[in-house]
């Protein structure tokens, strides 16, 4: 598969300057800043604990992400539809999974942007005790790969309609759903009749068990697996809904 | 070499057949006007011309390269202005079309000569580094010349081009299309009849998904001759679509 590095480059800066050509940008990481440290603290118990970790503030991470993924992933494709560019860009010389992956990266380097800013937490938690900086390090790669997974997801429903409304829910269900089958709601209705088999399988698909994992402080391969082959299943899919639709 | 090249196109949307059979060959230095009534199959056309749409039979080519077996190739030789002149609005139009430009493969020194070309052939001075979501119908439709423009290609597909200009705006862009149009091949779809008297050298005519005429203008005129009379383009046309598309 040819692939032209320039025109991945391109996109992705295009579509970076995007976020930050509206107030989107801002408000995102003001929500995304003042949620995760809210709940880390009132819900989480962060100072109550009394011990110098970031795990309050990693738990939530997945319950965040099902909604503020959707939300940057949702403009990427169905606003290109809606304002006709999608043919403009589609009749540059340029090939699908170049755009699909430019556009990718952007909303992916946007939310590590997000992250960053989360930071300051960490430097609290060194400042008030002594945090195992290898479980933080660990969080933090975890939970990007699990926001790229769930944006991956996002992006590919974008690619499907041109409403932005539309995208937004039917990402954040999806979302939802992969993150509540790690949940005893989910696992104790399957144990009553399905096959011990499939209760492992949609347990181990499961966001929450996955990130749980990686936040104990292991780079576990299994957890790392599930969300890079998640963006790339979901990128694959997002690139023959961009060609299907060259026949509707 | 026939540098738009379409034979036998079908399109059909859920039951609606919107094209049906439609060939096209533009040679270099034609000015091709494409009238038809609304929901004729102009647009669908031209965008299984560009690649964007697949068509479910037949083939299309630029400058001798399919546009679906080769798109790459046949997509760099082509300008496209879609219908209603899409573009990043949160961009500006410098912004812009330099993304255009890039994205079509230009380096940065031919991409500024060209950009300094279109500021000034295509008249951008005046909103050059403004948002195009604050410009006016028309300047927005120039942007849209200007993106198709940039690289100056051979081939030229304009949907629509000087829909929702004024009277100024629409000779400006009919003195453009003149000048460039030696050495290319061109496409237009439009409603204006007496734009296509001014520009086009050749006249296709489409209605219900076929073409029903392929002339000259002055061609087109004289087989309508009645009692001696020279009908007008407007006249000739409702007679061969009016009965169709009623």
Known sequence: ???????????????????????????????????????????????????????????????LFLILMPAIG?????????????ELLMTLPVRAHEVVIGKFLAGWAFTAVALVLTMSFWLVTL??????NGIVIASYIGSFLMAGAFLAISACISAMT???????????IVSFLLVMSGTNLVLAALRGWAPA??????????????????????????????FVSTIVLALWINVQVIDAKKAV | MQLVQASGLVKTF????????????????????????????KSTTMKMLTGFLEPDAGTASIAGHDVFADPIAARRRLGYLPEGAPAYGDMTVADFLAFVGRMRGLTNAVLGERLAEMVERVNLTAVWNRPIDALSKGFKRRVGIAQALIHDPEVLILDEPTDGLDPNQKHDMRELIAAIAPGKAIVISTHILEEVEAICSRVVIIAEGRVVADATPSALLDAAIVDGQRPTLETVFRSITGSKAA
Do not use: C
Request: hydrophobic residues 55%; positive net charge.
């Open chain 1, 197 to 226: 088999f499939l209760v492992d399988l949609v347990q181990s698909l499961s966001f929450i068990t996955n990130f749980d994992r990686l936040t104990r402080g292991v780079l576990e391969a299994p957890a790392v697996i599930l």
């Open chain 1, 74 to 86: 949702m403009r990427l494709w169905a606003d290109e539809r809606r304002s006709g560019v999608i």
């Open chain 1, 1 to 63: 598969m040819k692939t032209s590095f320039r025109t991945i480059g391109l996109v992705f800066g295009r579509e970076f300057r995007a976020y930050f050509a509206t107030p989107l940008a801002a408000v995102f990481l003001l929500v995304f800043l003042a949620l995760s440290a809210g709940l880390a603290f009132f819900a989480g118990g962060f100072f109550e604990r009394g011990q110098a970790d970031l795990g309050p503030f990693f738990a939530w991470h997945p319950w």
């Open chain 1, 127 to 132: 400042y008030l005790g002594s945090p195992d």
């Open chain 2, 14 to 41: 859920s039951r609606l057949r919107a094209v049906d059979g439609v060939s096209l060959e533009v040679s270099r230095g034609e000015v091709v006007g494409f009238l038809g009534p609304n929901g004729a199959g």
């Open chain 1, 162 to 172: 041109k409403n932005q409304v539309i995208a937004f829910i039917l990402a954040a």
